[in-house]
Each structure stands twice: as C-alpha cells, then as structure tokens.
C-alpha cells in the first residue's frame, strides 16, 4: 500500500508564491510518475505538472507553464510544485498523484496514476 501526504498550502495574494510538498511512502517508488492535479469547486480534476524521473521529463498545463516547477528529491521521497505568480484562478484543492504511468508521456491522464493524496487548499485572492 503507497501512501502520498501533501503539504504546503495556504491563502495568499495575487502575485504571491507557494511550495507544495507531497511525501511518498510504502509502495510508492522514486521511479513511479509524480504529478499534482488540481480541481476547483464545479470543475473537473485537471492535470497541472508531472514528473517521470527515469527520464527527467516535466510537463506541464498551459495555463501554469512559467509559472510552477514540478521537481522530486528521492533522498526525501518528496515530489514539490513552486507556484509562483499566482492568479485567482489557480485557487483549487490540489492533488498529489504517483503510479507507474507506461505507455505515451501522457501525464495528464488520471488513469496513468495508482495513488492520490488527500489534497491541499490553495486559495489566491485578488
């Protein structure tokens, strides 16, 4: 059983930065996909960056490219998204997802993704 416990969120103000952090445990390894989705009340779950560390391939959603870094540090089984320049409309519940992806570099797909974390608030106020 893999086990993700995101960390980091917050209210901030337009412009402003926040760090998210997603430690991994148990069955989760550093080879697995890492990626963080976000879903904001009404809307669907969107893929927002991942990461495939055999590879070091990152990708990312149009509307945050620029803007957030999706990285990993296998010392300390975390996966990290620095959001920077951040608008209202990046206010979401954020996810932490890991799997073992295969196939197309098709990160944004949920199905590529076996365990999620319980979420993170990030609200942005104008």
């Known amino acids: 059983q893999g086990m993700l416990v995101e960390s980091g969120g917050g209210s901030v103000q337009a412009g402003g930065s926040l760090r998210l952090s997603c430690a991994w445990s148990?069955?989760?390894?550093?080879?697995?996909?890492k990626a963080w989705f976000r879903q904001a009340p009404g809307k669907e779950r969107e893929g927002v960056a991942a990461?495939?560390?055999?590879?070091?391939?990152?990708g990312y959603a149009d509307s945050v490219k620029g803007r957030f870094t999706v990285s990993q540090d296998n010392a300390k089984s975390t996966v990290y998204l620095e959001m920077n320049s951040l608008k209202p409309d990046d206010t979401a519940m954020y996810y932490c997802a890991a799997g073992p992806g295969g196939g197309g570099w098709y990160w944004a797909e949920k199905i590529k993704y076996t365990y999620w974390g319980q979420g993170t608030q990030v609200t942005v106020s104008s």
């Open positions: 990461i495939r560390p055999t590879s070091g391939s990152t």
């Open positions: 148990g069955s989760i390894y550093s080879a697995h996909w």
